[in-house]
């Protein structure tokens, strides 16, 4: 089956860590996103990709990094700079200008 | 700067009572409205995408339609199964880049 997985699940991330969330989709999609969510909000966008090797910042991603190795993957590490880093993470990909779609999401929850 | 605004926040229905989620947006030539489900704890699910005013798609008890500065979800004598959030999301002809609105919670209850 073709879809997007991200791990972990929930996460935990004690004061000063950085800790990386993993996305990987065999979707065969150009374009992958990381979004941000929180109560009452609408998606934030942190970073996006739409090709190997090349990467842009979106509009939180401050106390973010990623990287872009390979097609099928768009790793975000949330940095120690990151001082609210508690949210809900969704993954994305599409082929550019068509719909997105999505990962299951982690949880991350500061300690 | 591309806007979107969903109304009402939060919807609750009877099963069988129809209704409708607005989703007002101001964008710079639109390429694209995004419909999508979200349950709680999980990943958006894609419903639609509309390209122009007057386009209209359907998928079970749903009807998403578009004007130049509205979309609206239709439900159609929801069941319980139907309570999710529902997202729009516009996308402008500089950027494929959608804004996502905050969201319309809905509820029907049985």
């Known amino acids: 089956d073709g879809g997007i997985t991200q791990s972990p699940k929930y996460l935990f991330r004690k004061e000063g860590q950085n800790v990386t969330l993993s996305c990987e989709q065999n979707l065969n999609h150009d374009a992958m996103y990381w979004y941000r969510q929180d109560p009452g909000q609408g998606l934030r966008l942190i970073y996006y990709?739409?090709?190997?090797?090349?990467?842009q910042k979106g509009d939180i991603a401050e106390g973010y990094s990623v990287s872009r190795e390979k097609k099928e993957s768009f790793p975000l590490t949330v940095t120690s700079a990151q001082k609210n880093p508690t949210a809900f993470y969704l993954c994305a990909s599409s082929n550019n200008y068509n719909e997105q779609f999505f990962g299951p999401g982690t949880r991350l929850t500061v300690l | 700067e591309d806007q979107v605004t969903q109304s009402p926040e939060a919807l609750r229905l009877q099963e069988g009572e129809s209704s409708s989620l607005n989703c007002s947006y101001t964008?710079?030539?639109?390429?694209?409205l995004f419909w999508y489900r979200q349950d709680p704890g999980k990943g958006p699910e894609f419903l639609f995408t509309?390209?122009?005013a007057g386009e209209e798609k359907e998928k079970e008890r749903l009807k998403a339609t578009l004007t130049k500065k509205e979309s609206f979800l239709h439900i159609t004598a929801p069941k319980p199964e139907d309570s999710a959030t529902y997202l729009c999301?516009?996308?402008?002809?500089?950027?494929?880049?959608?804004?996502f609105g905050r969201g319309t919670s809905l509820i029907v209850h049985p």
């Open positions: 509309l390209y122009s």
């Open positions: 990709s739409q090709i190997v090797n090349d990467f």
């Open positions: 999301a516009p996308t402008s002809g500089g950027s494929y880049i959608p804004t």
């Open positions: 964008v710079s030539g639109l390429r694209g």
